[in-house]
């Protein structure tokens, strides 16, 4: 079986609401549609690289492009992981979890995206609580990093709720305009003290060697 010889395919994540996994290509070509439908009102612009001001049907090729990508391009030393969200087994979005030399960097970092249909409800909380479950109970990380840009209140809103502090600001160019990026750092002292959100993991164990992890 496939699983068998690429183990990510067997790992999910489950929170009370939320199970996290990679999709099926047909669970693929709906997250695709999900992207597709919109992330995010047309006079902003969350993300560092503009995809999503692309035509809706080159937005939907590109988050299939992307995901083949990252999986085509693993290695145990410099991998990113994106899990589709499924809320009440509909796809709602996409939480990525990455790193670099994570067996003597310890650190990850986190990205996601949520349909608009799917915001304001908790949802981004609670995936991005699940990678960090992941990330400081099973793949011994020490630190967390995300950043938001300065006109993203919702994101900066839960990395707050986790535990995440301020960690400097950088600048950007996107569409042609400067954009402040505000970096935040989540230490795993401060995820204990602000984790409530219950996580399960499955099929973790044959995915640990991907992750850079010896298990010898």
């Known amino acids: 079986?496939?699983?068998d010889h690429f183990p990510l395919l067997g790992l999910r994540l489950r929170t009370p609401r939320l199970e996290l996994r990679l999709p099926s290509p047909e669970e693929l070509a709906t997250l695709a549609e999900v992207a597709a439908d919109g992330i995010h009102a047309p006079d902003v612009m969350p993300f560092l690289i503009p995809w999503t001001d692309q035509p809706t049907a080159e937005v939907a090729r590109a988050v299939i492009q992307h995901h083949w990508l990252r999986l085509g391009n693993w290695s145990s030393q410099d991998w990113s992981l994106s899990f589709t969200v499924f809320h009440a087994g509909d796809v709602v979005g996409q939480q990525s979890i990455g790193a670099r030399d994570l067996a003597v960097i310890r650190r990850v970092q986190t990205g996601s995206w949520l349909g608009q249909r799917h915001q304001r409800q908790g949802i981004g909380t609670e995936m991005?609580?699940?990678v960090l479950h992941l990330a400081f109970t099973e793949l011994g990380a020490e630190?967390?990093?995300?950043?938001?840009f300065a006109d993203n209140p919702a994101s900066q809103a839960v990395s707050r709720k986790l535990g995440y502090q301020p960690d400097g600001l950088d600048r950007h160019l996107v569409r042609d305009a400067m954009v402040i990026d505000c970096r935040m750092r989540l230490t795993r002292e401060a995820w204990e003290r602000?984790?409530?959100i219950p996580v399960t993991i499955d099929g973790l164990t044959p995915c640990l060697p991907m992750f850079g992890i010896n298990t010898a």
């Not at 630190?143 to 938001?148: D, I, L, N, P, Y």
């Open 128 to 130: 991005r609580a699940a």
């Open 143 to 148: 630190e967390a990093v995300s950043s938001a």
């Open 1 to 3: 079986m496939l699983v």
């Open 194 to 196: 602000h984790r409530t």
